[in-house]
Structures are given as C-alpha cells and as structure tokens.
C-alpha cells in the first residue's frame, strides 16, 4: 500500500514538471506559431532566416518569427529527420508556406530540467 502512495505522489509531482518535447515544438511550427514556440526558447537562441542570422534573445526572436509566419502563410511541416545525442535532440524538416518552402532545422538541448530550443534556421528551397 505505502509503494503505491509513493507512486501515485511521485507521478502527481512529475506531471508539474515542464517537461519539453521536441513534439511540442513540432507541432507549433506546424500551427506557424512564433508564441507557442518562444515557449521553448532558451534565454538566447541562434536564428537564421533568409538574409538574416543572428543571436537574438527570446522577446527579439519571437518577433522576428511573428514577422516571418505573417509574411511566409504557415500550410504545413513536414519531417524529414529527427534524431537525439547526448540529452539533445533536433529536427530536419521542411516548412511549406504559401511563398513556398523553407529547409527548416531545429536543436533542442537539455537545461536544468527541461529541453530548451537553441537554435532555428530556415532556408528557402524553391
């Protein structure tokens, strides 16, 4: 009885733990929102964009990415590769937008104790 209690009080406490996920990440940039994914943004991240590369802070990144979705129409995301290393994962992939489509990679690193995302490039294909 005493092993589930401590159990269920591990799991409870777990479950208040932010815990990202690469998914999650996934799933913003589907949604081609720069909000959601400032979320999982580490304090600074490297972002590179077409004519623009840089280390910007979370606030400056989020409104470069508002600005790239509202001209670049998110349509989908597509996985090409993911993989992880070491704690790190990161995702090859690419972004269709209405003025085409972008070769989109993404790093996440482990950070205390959640991933944080470092770094986000985009590269026009079309």
Not at 54 to 70: C, P, R, V
Not at 74 to 90: A, M, P, Q, T
Not at 106 to 118: A, E, I, S, T
Request: hydrophobic share 35%; net charge neutral.
């Amino acid at each position: 009885m005493v092993g589930w209690a401590i159990g269920l009080v591990s799991l409870i406490l777990i479950s208040f733990a932010p815990v990202y996920s690469i998914e999650e990440v996934v799933n913003a940039m589907k949604n081609g929102n720069a909000s959601q994914l400032s979320k999982y943004f580490d304090d600074r991240i490297d972002l590179t964009l077409p004519g623009k590369s840089d280390n910007y802070s979370k606030t400056q990144a989020e409104m470069i990415l508002k600005d790239f979705f509202a001209t670049n129409e998110v349509k989908d995301f597509l996985i090409k590769h993911k993989g992880e290393n070491s704690g790190s994962e990161f995702c090859l992939g690419v972004l269709t937008t209405k003025n085409g489509n972008f070769r989109t990679k993404f790093y996440m690193k482990h950070k205390g104790d959640r991933q944080v995302l470092q770094e986000i490039g985009f590269q026009k294909t079309d």
